[in-house]
């Protein structure tokens, strides 16, 4: 069974541009996270998708972010414009609805803006 | 809201001894899960060890268990003999016992543990 994908695994991009990260969940997990760690802090959760539908965008920083689920599958994390504190490690986790305690975790987008 | 504390940023053990990583946790809740969460250097994070709120036992895996005192909101990770391949990033987290909605993850800061050998 594969594993959580994301894409790309490093970026860099100067402050103002955008940048779309990108997330396949296991295949039939319906409950999709995204988690982002600043370098020497706690990751913190960002959003949880259940499906196509965002559960709980609590944690996203700001209107710069924007996360999309297409059809349920995979997921996508926009940011633009990006800002230099938009700089570390994204990562993504999936879990199946009947097990929702066990994440999986992908291997993260390490973003550096510049 | 939860909070998750790991207070030491850094531990060393020699290879094939024990080490304990500490990890305290604040919350209202009164049912809900613990995590220890591993993450190799350049790998992706997994999980090491899970401890339901509700289950006095404390969970084991191999070598790995954990000491988990409800009343002091304390959950700390043994790691026995220890192994080379144990070097990694650990990270506690926590969990609300919510099926669905609010299964988010509540994580510290992490501490960085080396094995010697």
């Known amino acids: 069974e594969a594993g959580v994908t994301q894409f790309p695994s490093h970026s860099v991009i100067e402050k103002g541009q955008t940048v779309t990260l990108r997330c396949d969940p296991i295949s039939g997990h319906d409950n999709l996270y995204w988690y982002r760690r600043v370098m020497g802090k706690e990751i913190k959760f960002l959003l949880h998708f259940v499906k196509e539908s965002k559960q709980d965008e609590s944690g996203m920083p700001n209107n710069r972010f924007l996360a999309e689920r297409t059809g349920g599958t995979y997921s996508t994390l926009k940011v633009q414009p990006a800002e230099l504190e938009d700089s570390g490690v994204y990562f993504c986790?999936?879990?199946?609805?009947?097990?929702?305690?066990?994440?999986?975790f992908g291997p993260g987008t390490r973003l550096t803006v510049l | 809201a939860q909070t998750v504390t790991q207070s030491q940023p850094e531990m060393s053990v020699q290879e094939a001894e024990t080490v304990t990583l500490s990890c305290t946790y604040d919350?209202?809740?009164?049912?809900?899960?613990l995590f220890w969460y591993k993450q190799p250097p350049s790998r992706q994070m997994i999980l090491v060890i899970r401890?339901?709120?509700?289950?006095?036992q404390n969970a084991t895996e191999n070598r790995f268990s954990v000491n988990f005192q409800k009343a002091a909101k304390s959950f700390s990770l043994k790691i026995s003999d220890s192994q080379l391949g144990d070097t990694a990033m650990y990270f506690c987290?926590?969990?609300?016992?919510?099926?669905?909605?609010?299964?988010?993850?509540?994580f510290g800061k992490g501490i960085t543990l080396s094995v010697r050998p």
């Open positions: 919350t209202s809740e009164n049912n809900y899960y």
């Open positions: 986790a999936s879990s199946p609805m009947d097990r929702y305690n066990e994440q999986f």
């Open positions: 401890q339901e709120a509700y289950k006095q």
């Open positions: 987290a926590f969990m609300k016992h919510v099926a669905g909605a609010n299964s988010k993850l509540t």
